[in-house]
């Protein structure tokens, strides 16, 4: 198994720029979450999909902040447009099943907006 | 909020001490999971540990959980060189699908 699977590694870009960064979940995992991680605030939850629908998205921090799940192996979180403040690693996790609670994360996107 | 304190935030020790790690919690939780974050990388389950449970092992991972005192701590024992990381303790509680993570602690094993 190939683990959850996020692009780019590093995204470079300066303010105002739309940034789209993705996902792909391990196959069978119908839980999907996008954190944030910042040494200031540690890792936040932003987003929580379930079965490709999004259940709780009250960490999303503003509407510049969108994300979709299209179907069940592919999901993006875009920012538009960008700020310095949204820098940060931004982390892909799935889990198999709502209410297992053991979640399984990508190696994350590393997001500087200069 | 669920969020508490994790204890210390950084240890140093040599290899094949033990390194031990506390979670404090706030509120009432299902379980606790530890997770490990290698510098670069995505964050990894250890080991769950239930509210009705007291002890758990896992390898060279031993957990407690004290739910009256509602703290936790983490051993590994023999440390090697490749358990350098950040440790962060994660409670779930309420939903059926958050997590709450602490700052966690870093762990420096030196070789």
């Known amino acids: 198994d190939a683990g959850v699977i996020q692009s780019p590694r590093h995204e470079v870009t300066e303010m105002g720029q739309e940034v789209t960064l993705r996902c792909k979940p391990i196959s069978g995992h119908n839980s999907l979450f996008w954190y944030r991680q910042t040494m200031m605030r540690g890792l936040e939850l932003l987003i929580y999909f379930n079965n490709n629908v999004p259940i709780d998205d009250s960490g999303m921090p503003e509407d510049r902040f969108s994300a979709k799940m299209p179907n069940a192996s592919f999901s993006t979180l875009k920012i538009q447009p960008s700020e310095p403040r949204d820098s940060a690693v931004y982390f892909c996790a799935s889990s198999p099943r709502q209410g297992a609670n053991i979640q399984y994360f990508g190696a994350g996107t590393r997001l500087s907006v200069l | 909020s669920q969020q508490g304190e994790e204890d210390p935030q950084a240890l140093s020790i040599q290899e094949g001490e033990n390194a031990t790690m506390n979670c404090s919690y706030k509120t009432s939780i299902n379980n606790l999971q530890w997770y490990r974050q290698n510098s670069g990388r995505g964050l990894v389950h250890l080991i769950l540990?239930?509210?009705?449970?007291r002890e758990k092992h896992s390898g060279r991972l031993r957990v407690t959980l004290d739910t009256s005192k509602k703290s936790s701590s983490l051993l590994i024992t023999a440390s090697r060189a490749a358990d350098t990381a950040s440790y962060f303790c994660?409670?779930?509680?309420?939903?059926?699908?958050?997590?709450?993570f602490g700052k966690g602690t870093l762990l420096t094993v030196n070789p």
């Open positions: 540990i239930r509210s009705n449970e």
């Open positions: 994660v409670r779930s509680g309420g939903s059926n699908y958050k997590l709450t």
